[in-house]
T-cell receptor, first 114, second 112 residues
Framework: DTEVTQTPKHLVMGMTNKKSLKCEQH?????MYWYKQKAKKPPELMFV???????INESVPSRFSPECPNSSLLNLHLHALQPEDSALYLC?????????????FGNGTRLTVT | GEDVEQSLFLSVREGDSSVINCTYT??????LYWYKQEPGAGLQLLTY?????DMKQDQRLTVLLNKKDKHLSLRIADTQTGDSAIYFC????????????FGTGTLLAVQP
């Protein structure tokens, strides 16, 4: 069982829809991450939050909008997505954002854009 | 560069040892990680090693690091069918934020 919980597990949305992915951790971690993973590929970093502030945006298109309401929650708001955005979206957290803090991942949300 | 390379596939028999290899290119990496991903699941942290170490053992897992050759390996002793999964190595680049660069992943198939 993972200590990082992601909802929903699966999501199908049309290109004109607005939806949100949610991530929660109760390990007291102060850094949270969004990764995108296409089929048969490694995860790719999208965003990093450290102490509830956005510290890294890996040039992600604005149709993806992250939000960190508090230290336990991380959302990813989706709007006007394209079919090529279909992927597994993984949330992760770490105790701190420094290099000696291993990332702990959730089980992901499988997103399909139709 | 930030390329992390792994062989794509490894097949072993149950009870044998598995060795999964990883080559990274950024000599400034400080921590190197191994993650396991089962079908339809997220990534499970298996173990990690600091760059000033050359070996770390954790139960059935042994990590070897050759910093000169930028080569990392994961040995799984007494491999079980439950070990079948994709294994990713990842390097943590030097800098203020823990930015992981993942390898291409190795699919381990364990035959009964």
């Amino acid at each position: 069982d993972t200590e990082v919980t992601q909802t929903p597990k699966h999501l199908v949305m049309g290109m004109t829809n607005k939806k949100s992915l949610k991530c929660e951790q109760h390990m007291g971690h102060r850094a949270m991450y969004w990764y995108k993973q296409k089929a048969k590929k490694p995860p790719e970093l999208m965003f990093v939050y450290s102490y509830e502030k956005l510290s890294i945006n890996e040039s992600v298109p604005s149709r993806f909008s992250p939000e960190c309401p508090n230290s336990s929650l991380l959302n990813l708001h989706l709007h006007a997505l394209q079919p090529e955005d279909s992927a597994l979206y993984l949330c992760a957290s770490s105790q701190e954002s420094g290099q000696n803090s291993p990332l702990h991942f959730g089980n992901g949300t499988r997103l399909t854009v139709t | 560069g930030e390329d992390v390379e792994q062989s794509l596939f490894l097949s072993v028999r149950e009870g044998d040892s598995s060795v999964i290899n990883c080559t990274y290119t950024d000599s400034s990496s400080t921590y190197l990680y191994w993650y396991k991903q089962e079908p339809g699941a997220g990534l499970q942290l298996l173990t990690y090693i600091f760059s000033n170490m050359d070996m770390k053992q954790d139960q059935r897992l042994t990590v070897l690091l050759n910093k000169k050759d930028k080569h990392l390996s994961l040995r799984i002793a007494d491999t079980q069918t439950g070990d079948s999964a994709i294994y990713f190595c990842a390097e943590s680049l030097r800098g203020a934020t823990n930015k992981l660069i993942f390898g291409t992943g190795t699919l381990l198939a364990v035959q009964p």
